[in-house]
Every structure is written in C-alpha cells, then in structure tokens.
C-alpha cells in the first residue's frame, strides 16, 4: 500500500494568482498522478508527473498553466497559475503501486474567487 | 477507447439491506479493476482491486466480482449502514505501458437510519 498526504488541504485564492500543492508519498514510486475533480464531477487526469524529467499531459491541459516537478521518487507538486474561478475544484495526487492498485492522496480543495 | 459506466447514479436504501452496485467497461483488455469509495470533499480510498486473472475480492462486508467477457464488475455490500453513505467509483486499467486508470462517474449511496 501507499500512504499519500497533500498540502494544503484547502484554500481560498484571488484571481491571478497561483497556487503550490504538494504531494510526499511513504515509499518510492514510480508512477505518480495529478487528477482534477470539478464540483459534481468524475476524476480528470491532468498529467503523469515523470522523476527527473518532463511530466506527461493529458489532452486540455498544459505546462504553462499547470507546471508540475518530480524531484524524486516520494515528492511531487502540481502548481495551478494565473487561476481563474473556473479552477475551482479538488485537485488530488495519486500513485500507482509496483502491484498496480493506485492510491489517491486526501486531495487539496481549491476556491478561486 | 475504454468506457466505464456506473448505473445508477444514485441509490437510496433502508438500513440493513444487501445491495449491488454495477459497473460495465467496453474493453475487456484490462490489467485490474478497482472500487474505490469517496466521501464529500474528500479524496479516494481503495477498497478492493481484482485482478484480470481473478473472478472475486472480499473484505469485509464487501465482495467484488468481475467478469471480464461481459465486462462487468459488481460490488456487493452486506448489511449496509448509515456509515456506508458515500459514494463509489470503479476504475479500470487497460493493459500497456504508460495505460491510465479510466473512471466511471461514481454511484451516491445514501443509507437511511
């Protein structure tokens, strides 16, 4: 299993800003996820986020508006820029286990006003 | 391209009552297919993964089975409780390197007392 904790747990930004969410696993890892969930909605995949290079993303998404680093194999942090309310939503860090069961951190609940 | 569906989206029981929750996917070429259970606002946890090679999981009061020529996957809850109330996705894994989880939209269940 894997143990996953986010910060921070919530907050509440101004328009324009950005916003840092960490993510630091239990054990090492090779696979690890950013997923967006919008109010109401289903998991979206943002993108894989890659140790020691580039994170992958998803259609929709890209590096400008959600940079995101993999210093190693317990540590990830997704940052939302130039937010506007429309990102408002819970954004979650998960991983994926050598056994291939996939574990999702508590989530970090953004409102973007 | 996989599709996952959950029917319906949501569910009201008495106390006490058994229940299935049902999940479908259109392709069958899956590496496992996961449960997860959801709280509002919060993140997911994993509550039974079965691999392609197996028919059922248990933990608990839960059973999952899965049927991969009929692509179909069920969640059975025994006994259901007011704690059960949550919501619950089911996930499927394509095989393939690089394969992302795929999603259904999750069932609400809601325990009356």
């Known amino acids: 299993s894997a143990v996953i904790s986010q910060k921070p747990s919530r907050d509440i930004c101004q328009r324009g800003t950005s916003l840092t969410i960490q993510c630091q696993v239990d054990s090492q890892v090779t696979m690890m996820f950013w997923y967006r969930q919008q109010p109401g909605q289903s998991l979206t995949l943002i993108a894989t986020a890659n140790q020691g290079s580039e994170a992958t993303y998803e259609s929709g998404f890209v590096i400008d508006k959600f940079p995101i680093s993999r210093p190693n194999l317990t540590f990830s942090t997704l940052t939302v820029s130039n937010m506007s309310p429309e990102d408002s939503s819970i954004y979650l860090c998960?991983?994926?286990?050598?056994?291939?069961?996939?574990?999702f951190g508590p989530g970090t609940r953004l409102t973007v006003t | 391209k996989q599709e996952v569906t959950q029917i319906p989206a949501a569910l009201s029981v008495p106390e006490g009552e058994n229940l299935v929750l049902n999940c479908s996917f259109t392709d069958s070429a899956i590496y496992n297919l996961q449960w997860f259970r959801q709280d509002p606002g919060k993140g997911l946890t994993s509550l039974l993964l079965i691999q392609s090679s197996q028919r059922e999981q248990t933990s608990g009061r839960l059973n999952a089975s899965l049927d991969k020529s009929s692509g179909r996957s069920t969640l059975y809850i025994a006994a259901s409780q007011p704690g059960d109330s949550a919501t619950y996705l089911c996930?499927?894994?394509?095989?393939?390197?690089?394969?992302?989880?795929?999603f259904g939209k999750g069932i609400t269940l809601s325990v009356r007392p």
């Open positions: 996930a499927a894994l394509l095989i393939g390197a690089n394969s992302k989880l795929t």
């Open positions: 998960s991983v994926r286990t050598s056994g291939y069961e996939q574990y």
